[in-house]
T-cell receptor, first 113, second 113 residues
Framework: GENVEQHPSTLSVQEGDSAVIKCTYSDSASNYFPWYKQELGKRPQLIIDIRSNVGEKKDQRIAVTLNKTAKHFSLHITETQPEDSAVYFCAASIGGGADGLTFGKGTHLIIQP | DAGVTQSPTHLIKTRGQQVTLRCSPKSGHDTVSWYQQALGQGPQFIFQYYEEEERQRGNFPDRFSGHQFPNYSSELNVNALLLGDSALYLC????????????FGQGTRLTVV
């Protein structure tokens, strides 16, 4: 089955700097790659996603890039703010948005004031 | 996603007991997926129900079973509870044809003692 690796496990950046979280996947049939943000004690929230027919997608300060050949995708957050502090999860699925997702282990992003 | 509701929010059970968790999907959605999130880990896909049948299943033992009702709501049943079943159980709903992933309910925190 699919395996998703996520790095780093913890990332500390200064407020205003950029943060990059990287994930790799194993199944070349995967075609949907969402990113979730989970604050302490809350449910994961979908923040951005990308499909395999697109190389990059941007939404304000966040962007996701996908390299199908290398089977890796990344989350980029620019101009980080204290409210960006959370655990971020990448995920992958084969069938699209409705199919079961395989998640990475998460990245704890810490924004230093 | 505010539209997905789960009950109960918290539950404490004893080893060996059985538990039933419930999920009501967002209005208009026909597919329900269940995930287990252990502390400090990413969510793991348990199974998905569509048209009252199990459509996909992750790597979970037969102690985990489910059901979907004609109104699309769903139950997750876990038999012979183990301490390791302690986790946050998340439900997500979508349309089976969805291009984008759906949001999660607020989850049920299960503690097995």
């Amino acid at each position: 089955g699919e395996n998703v690796e996520q790095h780093p496990s913890t990332l500390s950046v200064q407020e205003g700097d950029s943060a990059v979280i990287k994930c790799t996947y194993s199944d070349s049939a995967s075609n949907y790659f969402p990113w979730y943000k989970q604050e302490l004690g809350k449910r994961p929230q979908l923040i951005i996603d990308i499909r395999s027919n697109v190389g990059e997608k941007k939404d304000q300060r966040i962007a996701v890039t996908l390299n199908k050949t290398a089977k890796h995708f990344s989350l980029h957050i620019t101009e980080t703010q204290p409210e960006d502090s959370a655990v971020y999860f990448c995920a992958a699925s084969i069938g699209g948005g409705a199919d079961g997702l395989t998640f990475g282990k998460g990245t704890h992003l810490i924004i230093q004031p | 996603d505010a539209g997905v509701t789960q009950s109960p929010t918290h539950l404490i059970k004893t080893r060996g007991q059985q538990v039933t968790l419930r999920c009501s999907p967002k209005s208009g959605h026909d597919t329900v997926s269940w995930y287990q999130q252990a502390l400090g880990q990413g969510p793991q896909f348990i199974f998905q129900y569509y048209e009252e049948e199990e459509r996909q299943r992750g790597n979970f033992p037969d102690r985990f079973s489910g059901h979907q009702f004609p109104n699309y709501s769903s139950e997750l049943n876990v038999n012979a509870l183990l301490l390791g079943d302690s986790a946050l159980y998340l439900c997500a709903s979508s349309l089976v044809s969805a291009a984008q992933g759906s949001g999660f309910g607020q989850g049920t925190r299960l503690t097995v003692v």
